[in-house]
């Protein structure tokens, strides 16, 4: 599994290739967001016009196509061959406690508004400080423990709206 790769295009078709497919490909950087590929003996230029390097998504022009395409890194391919996947963050409703642990810091309070990925609070768990951050964009409904607050793994920290 290590070193496959795994590309969505237009959330239809997919194709999985490897380190060494990608080592061997001839991609020529022309300048800003433009590449020359030549494949097969065949040659395209290339044209990332926007990314979202969290979610790994980019929307390439090849001559007048676009393609939205969304890779998969090998670990990405690895969690969700464990079931591990998980499923779309804006149905979550609560955040719990990752790890049994002490509440040192929250950032948010009832009724604000937060963005995915917003830091909502610290939790220390054997020495080391982890920010626990939003899964969705949503409206916090109750903060359910107070800083210096001892939690279980599963606690329940924060509600959503």
Known sequence: MAGTYKALVNELDTFEFSDTEIAKANLIHTGGQTYHLIRDHRSAQLQI?????????YLIRVGDERFRVQISRPIDLFIEQMGFAVSDG?????VVAPMPGLLLDIYVREGQEVEKD???LVLEAMKMENVI???RKGTIA?????VGASVE?????????
């Open 49 to 57: 016009e926007s990314y979202d390097l969290q979610e790994r998504t």
């Open 90 to 94: 804006d149905q979550v409703d609560t």
């Open 118 to 120: 917003e830091p909502l």
């Open 133 to 135: 951050l939003s899964p």
């Open 142 to 146: 109750s903060v359910r423990m107070a």
């Open 153 to 161: 793994k599963g606690s329940e920290l924060i509600a959503f709206e």
